[in-house]
């Protein structure tokens, strides 16, 4: 696993666009942090905008091998999830999960990836204005159950009584996914409820969809089921 540059560019309500940039090592969640080159010193980015709000992505979170997920940390909670890309695979621009004021110890936490790694990141977003990233990693033909990369829980008791109504996920396993190209949503008797196919972000841009969300209840699962 090697150091690699992550980069993004956010655009604030106030005109100003903050330009990200952090070394970091692949397979460890690390802190974005304001780049040098526009900043006296690299500082998280809730010290940087204190007050202010992000109301565009103007450049999503991009390393030049892998990227698994992204979001703004406030507290040790995830505050809002932000979709990810590798390095020149950009679309467009994207509005943000959610808007609110910065404050003063927000972070932004990555995981930059291999290119080989297997991760995958399922981010959803509540009725509530919930949102949690639920992650696994398969090997080989097999099951994988997805887990809150917070609490280690699973999908049913970190959202029960919530439903999902937007959701991304990223995968780099494509053909080798048996789980309608991405996650199944299965309820307490183990059908599929709702669900969603995975972005490869060294292929595609990740976007919010708005399709495949479910109700969740407690004993509800995120699967993902892979033939190799």
């Not at 106030?14 to 942090?33: N, R, S, Y």
């Not at 439903?163 to 183990?190: C, E, M, P, R």
């Amino acid at each position: 696993m090697a150091n690699v540059s992550v980069q993004a560019s956010f655009k604030l309500n106030t005109g100003e666009i903050v330009d990200m940039k952090t070394t970091m090592a692949e397979g460890t969640e690390t802190e974005l942090l304001t780049s040098t080159d526009y900043a006296v010193s690299a500082v998280s980015i809730g010290q940087f905008a204190d007050g202010k709000v992000i109301t565009q992505i103007i450049q999503p979170p991009t390393a030049p091998n892998g990227i698994s997920y992204a979001y703004v940390d406030r507290r040790g909670e995830i505050l809002m999830v932000i979709p990810v890309t590798v390095a020149g695979i950009q679309n467009e621009p994207l509005t943000p999960c959610r808007s609110f004021a910065l404050q003063a110890g927000d972070t932004i936490r990555i995981m930059a990836s291999t290119s080989s790694s297997r991760l995958f990141s399922y981010n959803v977003i509540t009725n509530t204005g919930v949102q949690a990233i639920f992650t696994g990693t398969p090997a080989g033909a097999a099951n994988t159950a997805l887990t809150h990369i917070k609490s280690g829980q699973g999908l049913g008791a970190s959202l029960t009584g919530q439903t999902i109504i937007q959701h991304f996920a990223t995968s780099i396993d494509g053909s080798k996914l048996d789980s309608g190209g991405g996650v199944y949503i299965l309820n307490d008797k183990g059908l599929p409820v709702g669900g969603l196919a995975a972005t490869n972000p060294s292929k595609l841009q990740t976007q919010k969809s708005m399709m495949g969300g479910a109700g969740i209840f407690l004993n509800f699962v995120a699967r993902v089921t892979t033939n190799a």
